[in-house]
């Protein structure tokens, strides 16, 4: 029974930590500076016209006095939704790797992230199923739980091997990377295990509803070790690079396509000034030491330099 | 070394030899320049002077640090100042991306057929864009990450510093054009030019170390004397007077060129390169400002006259310094906006990454940056000038500056006023606008002539568009016809000159370049005879 306990307690465990380290996560990245603007185009929420060859607001004279402030419904459809969309169909098409890269990756890469998506529907299906009692959901979860497994272990495995045979792609690969998909390997080659012996998914459901109950009961090996190894995942995730579709929108909305320029007295105004009153600690012949990053800009000869 | 053999630890390898060694025969072929000469070894002087132990090429005529306690002293400046890339407060700037960047690629090489540079080299591994990163990255795990002090070769922080392991890296860095073209195909949007400037940040803010052409003779030199070409406020105006003896010879009407004029709408900064090389270029400004009745103004003052920016390719300080002296030129000469000439980088530098280090008054909501391209389109559209595009009868490229088309989205209006001021249909080179490739001399490679470092510009970085530039005149390339390669930044205007001549393009192919403002004076109707000199100075 301790072991039935452990499995439950891990279960929910594995979800606030996840929950709790991502959200650690996303806090320590959200508490870095603003950084200087260094777009790149297309930039999504662009004006329509001008997003379709990737123009941009600098395309107009006098510019500065067009920009209009955005309300807040504004702000989220002609903002916010470009650039969900423009990510979002990079997570589900992953069309730049399949347009620009030449290791023949695209297929195995799709077929792993489809399978961790088709897993994730699989588990909160199996959660809905138990909790709800429905016959066509049970067949739906059937049907995604085998695609979900089927794709990610061909996926995991042939990047595995794709990895390991191409040179170019070798010289890069670390042994932490390769863990990285035999783990995820792991989790879809058990999870076909377990379907096998539980094509019904009878207990797969069981062992859901003992975890959302808290009601321990004995499952097969197959079904416990499936569930133990996709929470090990959970905890495990947020400490590694496989965070980078949460990653995305610091790169692109607070990154890559942070276009927007600054007003005199705005929030980031004020923000760039308090930066500005960081001290500079570089150490460059041409840096004068213990001025603010404001006071050095002023300082346009220094000394050592040739009159 | 073969570069299949290449290993990341062998960037330590103590050896003088190069880490790779190239070939002529492993370039990128391009159509039509089969028989090029072999690429000369470098001097034997050099390499008892220098360091050319990457790939036998080098810009940096810096000796070598021969005792153990230069050396030391070099890996300790190398690693304190990647210690402060890595805080977000030192790096302020560019922290958060610089970190994502380093933490969170996937190696998946998506980016390398998106870098000229390495396709240029007929795919040569050290300038995989993810080539220097990944060292970077394997340092910064080993030394500054307790997962990496604890499994290193587990995660692959398995790389020594040495002293030779910092100078290739420094090297590294500036074999990267910084065209972000790589960050553009990344699907996760990670940005490994970012990594090259960041490293070359960490070389000259924590050790002044960097080519003479960017700090020493760059922003040092601007900052100090008024401009990187050394050209002072009195050389400034005698160029001026230059300018106005090239327009009235061309256009039969003295028009003195407002110079310091207080309350002028536009404060009109051109890089300093064009006075001095291409002055046909601010003359063709004078022209058309003047004809279509703007109130503009160049300024005299230490700084004022040269745009240039060399700080966004490698120094923030630097960057700040002479962005805040620009913008307070503007502001007290009481003018509404300043506008760029034909300069990309000073284009990016102004408009784009200084905004957030100019507080309060100086934003760009006080005192607008624009480029000088919308403003040209407005000209042609006003219908102010009276243009004949019979004037320009002959084949045109464009050639897309990537910092004003890839890095501030501006695409069309350049385009429009090639439709509106020549006969013939514009050859887009392929590919072109925001997805265009460098010409090479992007990041300070234009002006880097040191050593033999521009025979691996001409070799490497700007193979590409040279094929490029072949292909768009594929079926016009009788020397007879002559051709014209418009390029609206000064950097890209000096690598393509230099270019033509390595490849004789002229001689061969009558393919010239040239300006865009110059291009469109060449068809001002009024004119009594054509603006354009094409080759005669040569």
Redesign the interface.
């Known amino acids: 029974m301790v072991f039935e306990w452990f499995t439950v307690i891990f279960a929910w465990a594995s979800v606030v930590i996840f929950i709790g380290a991502a959200a650690s996560q996303i806090a320590r990245i959200s508490s870095m500076p603003l950084g200087l603007r260094w777009e790149v185009y297309p930039i999504p929420h662009e004006a329509r016209d001008k997003r379709r060859y990737g123009g941009s607001y600098m395309e107009e004279v006098d510019w500065a006095s067009k920009r209009e402030r955005r309300s807040f419904l504004a702000e989220i459809v002609e903002f916010l939704a470009p650039e969900a969309i423009e990510i979002g169909a990079e997570i589900l098409t992953m069309k730049k790797v399949r347009a620009h890269n030449r290791y023949r990756i695209w297929v195995f890469s799709t077929a792993l992230h489809w399978g961790i998506y088709s897993f994730i529907a699989w588990a909160l299906l199996l959660i809905v199923e138990n909790r709800v009692n429905s016959a066509a959901l049970a067949a739906v979860a059937g049907v995604v739980g085998v695609v979900a497994c089927v794709l990610g272990a061909i996926g995991a495995i042939g990047l595995i091997i794709r990895r390991a045979t191409t040179p170019d792609l070798a010289r890069y690969t670390a042994t932490l990377d390769y863990f990285n998909l035999a783990f995820l390997a792991a989790i879809f080659v058990c999870g076909l295990i377990s379907w096998l012996g539980d094509p019904t998914l009878a207990a797969h459901e069981a062992y859901i509803g003992s975890v959302l109950s808290f009601k321990p009961a004995a499952a097969p090996w197959a079904v416990v070790l499936t569930f133990l190894l996709f929470e090990l995942f959970l905890i495990y995730m947020p400490f590694s690079k496989m965070l980078h579709y949460i990653i995305k929108y610091f790169v692109y909305h607070q990154g890559l396509w942070d276009d927007a320029f600054k007003v005199k007295g705005s929030d980031t105004d004020k923000q760039v000034i308090e930066q500005l009153a960081y001290t500079v600690t570089w150490q460059g012949p041409h840096i004068v030491q213990g001025k603010t990053w404001l006071e050095e800009a002023q300082t346009a000869a220094v000394e050592g330099d040739k009159k | 070394m073969s570069d ?1 053999t ?3 630890k062998d960037v330590a390898r103590l050896s003088n030899e190069p880490l790779a060694s190239l070939s002529a025969d492993d370039l990128m072929p391009i159509p039509g320049l089969e028989d090029l000469p072999p690429l000369p070894a470098p001097r034997a002087k050099w390499l008892e002077t220098y360091d050319l132990s990457l790939d036998g090429f080098s810009d940096l005529d810096i000796p070598m640090p021969k005792t153990p306690e230069e050396q030391e002293r070099l890996v300790r ?1 190398f690693l ?2 990647l210690e ?1 890339l890595l805080d ?3 790096n ?6 610089f ?3 380093l ?12 870098c000229h540079v390495y396709l240029g080299s007929g795919r040569q ?1 050290i300038y995989r864009p ?1 080539f220097r990163s ?1 060292i970077l990255r394997r340092i910064y795990q080993r030394y500054f990450t307790p997962a990496g002090k604890l ?1 290193g ?4 922080a398995d790389i020594e510093v040495n002293f030779k392991t910092v100078w290739r890296l420094l090297e590294l860095s500036y074999r990267c054009n910084i065209c ?1 073209r790589c ?9 490994n030019a ?1 990594i090259a400037r960041e490293i070359r940040k960490l070389f ?5 170390l960097a080519p003479a052409e960017l ?1 020493k003779k760059g ?2 030199q601007h ?2 004397a008024g401009s990187s070409t050394g050209m002072n406020p009195a050389a400034f105006k005698n160029s001026v007077e230059f300018i106005e003896e090239i327009i009235e010879e061309k256009t039969g009407k003295k028009m003195p060129v407002p110079v310091d004029k207080k309350g002028a709408d536009i404060l009109l900064i051109h890089n300093a390169g064009e006075f001095l090389s291409w002055p046909e270029n601010p003359a063709a400004f004078a022209i058309l400002f003047d004809a279509a009745g703007i109130n503009w103004t160049l300024s005299s003052e230490l700084l004022g006259y040269d745009a240039v920016n060399y700080g966004a390719w490698f ?4 960057l ?2 002479v ?3 620009h913008v307070s030129i503007a502001r007290e000469l009481g003018v509404k ?1 300043i506008v760029i000439g034909e300069c990309g980088h000073a284009h990016k530098a102004i ?11 100086l ?4 005192i ?1 940056r ?2 000088c ?3 040209l389109w ?1 000209i042609v559209r006003s219908g102010a000038i009276r243009f004949d595009p019979s004037r320009n009868d002959f084949p045109i490229t464009l050639h897309d500056s990537c910092n004003v ?9 350049q385009r429009e006023i090639v439709k509106a001021v020549c006969a013939q249909p514009l050859r887009e080179m392929e590919p072109h ?3 265009n490739y460098c010409c090479g001399g992007g990041s300070g490679f234009a002006i880097m002539d040191t050593l033999n470092f521009s025979q691996w510009r001409n070799n490497v970085s700007a193979r590409m568009k040279v094929k490029q530039i072949l292909e768009a005149f594929g079926d016009v390339l009788d020397p007879g016809i002559r051709k014209y390669v418009i390029a609206a930044c000064s950097n890209c205007k000096g690598t393509l000159r230099d270019a033509i001549n390595y490849y004789d393009l002229w001689e061969q192919h009558g393919i010239w370049y040239g300006g865009l403002a110059d291009l469109m004076v060449n068809a001002m109707a009024d004119l009594p005879g054509p603006y354009l000199n094409w080759n005669e100075e040569m």
């Open positions: 299949k290449i290993r990341f400046g304190s100042g402060k977000p407060q030192n302020w700037t560019f922290a958060k991306l970190r994502l960047s933490d969170y690629c996937l190696h998946c090489q998506t980016c390398s057929e998106a591994e993810t990944e499994l070769p587990l995660l692959g972000r960050a553009q195909v990344c699907p996760a949007g990670i940005d970012l000259s803010q924590e050790l002044g700090l922003t040092r900052l100090r120094d923030d300080v630097e700040a310094r962005a805040l002296r906006k408009c784009v990454v200084a905004d957030r280090v100019l507080p309060g008054d934003s760009l909501s006080e607008p624009e480029s391209l919308p403003l407005d088309v890839r890095l501030m989205g501006i695409v069309q209006p606008g925001v997805y």
